[in-house]
C-alpha cells in the first residue's frame, strides 16, 4: 500500500498570510500513462464531507479560489494557500489514485493565529 | 444539480449487519465508478471500497474485505454497501463519493461527496 504523510498534522497561520502544508508519499504516483501525478487535495469543514481542491496534483477544481495552488512531482507534494481566509479554517487531506488500495494522509488542520 | 445521498445508517450490535445505499441523481450514473470512504469520530478519510460502472470491477480495503459488498442497481442509480460482522471498528460516518470519469477514461479522485450516513456499532 502507498502511505500518505501530510505535514504539519496541525497549522495556525494569520489572516492574510500564506499556508503550506506538505504531502509525502512512500512511493511515485507519477504515471507513465499520462506523465501525470496521481494526486489529490480535499477540504473538509467541521461537519461536512470533504469537497475536491486539487487533483493531478495541481489543476484546481472549477470553482475554487484562485489562492489554492497544488504544486509537486513524484513522492513530494504541497498545498499552498497564498493568503488566508477565516474561511479557510478546516482539515485538509492529500490522497493518491495512483493505485488500489486508495490512500489519504493523515490530514491537517488548519487555525487562524 | 448533481447528488449523491446516502442512507441506511444506524445502530446496530457487534456482528451485526446493515445495508447503505447511495442514492444519485443529476448526473449519468451508470457511466460513473464510485466509492465508498469512512470517517471515524474525530479521525480522518479511509478508502473503504470502490466499483466499476458496469459493477464488474470491485476493490476493497483489507480492514473490510470479506466482510463488506459494494454494489449497484443502474436502473435505480442507486449505490450499496452491504456491511456484515459489523466491528465497534467499524463505527463511521460512510460517504459515496464518484469517480472522474468525464471524457474518457475513469480516474480516482472523488469529484463529488454525499453528505454521509452514520454507522454505530456498539452493545
Known amino acids: 500500500d502507498i502511505v500518505m504523510t501530510q505535514s504539519p498534522d496541525s497549522l495556525a497561520v494569520s489572516l492574510g498570510e500564506r499556508a503550506t502544508i506538505n504531502c509525502k508519499s512512500s512511493?511515485?504516483?507519477?504515471?507513465?500513462?499520462?506523465?501525470?501525478?496521481?494526486l489529490a487535495w480535499y477540504q473538509q469543514k467541521p461537519g461536512q464531507p470533504p469537497k475536491l481542491l486539487i487533483y493531478?496534483?495541481?489543476t484546481r477544481e472549477s470553482g475554487v479560489p484562485d489562492r489554492f495552488s497544488g504544486s509537486g512531482s513524484g513522492t513530494d507534494f504541497t498545498l499552498t494557500i497564498s493568503s488566508l481566509q477565516a474561511e479557510d479554517v478546516a482539515d485538509y487531506y492529500c490522497?493518491?489514485?495512483?493505485?488500489?488500495?486508495?490512500?489519504f494522509g493523515q490530514g491537517t488542520r488548519l487555525e487562524i493565529k | 444539480e448533481v447528488q449523491l445521498v446516502e442512507s441506511g445508517g444506524g445502530l446496530v450490535q457487534p456482528g451485526g449487519s446493515l445495508r447503505l445505499s447511495c442514492a444519485a441523481s443529476?448526473?449519468?450514473?451508470?457511466?460513473?465508478?464510485m466509492h465508498w470512504v469512512r470517517q471515524a469520530p474525530g479521525k480522518g478519510l479511509v478508502w473503504v471500497s470502490r466499483?466499476?460502472?458496469?459493477?464488474?470491477?470491485?476493490s476493497y480495503a483489507d480492514s473490510v474485505k470479506g466482510r463488506f459488498t459494494i454494489s449497484r442497481d443502474n436502473a435505480k442509480n442507486t449505490l450499496y454497501l452491504q456491511m456484515n460482522s459489523l466491528r465497534a471498528e467499524d463505527t463511521a460516518v460512510y460517504y459515496c463519493?464518484?469517480?472522474?470519469?468525464?471524457?474518457?477514461?475513469?480516474?480516482?479522485?472523488?469529484?463529488?461527496w454525499g453528505k454521509g450516513t452514520t454507522v454505530t456499532v456498539s452493545s
Open positions: 463519493a464518484r469517480y472522474s470519469c468525464t471524457g474518457g477514461p475513469c480516474y480516482g479522485y472523488m469529484e463529488v
Open positions: 443529476g448526473f449519468t450514473f451508470s457511466s460513473y465508478w
Open positions: 466499483i466499476s460502472s458496469d459493477g464488474s470491477a470491485t
Open positions: 512511493q511515485s504516483v507519477l504515471h507513465s500513462s499520462n506523465n501525470k501525478n496521481r
Open positions: 490522497q493518491q489514485y495512483y493505485i488500489t488500495p486508495i490512500t
Open positions: 493531478w496534483a495541481s
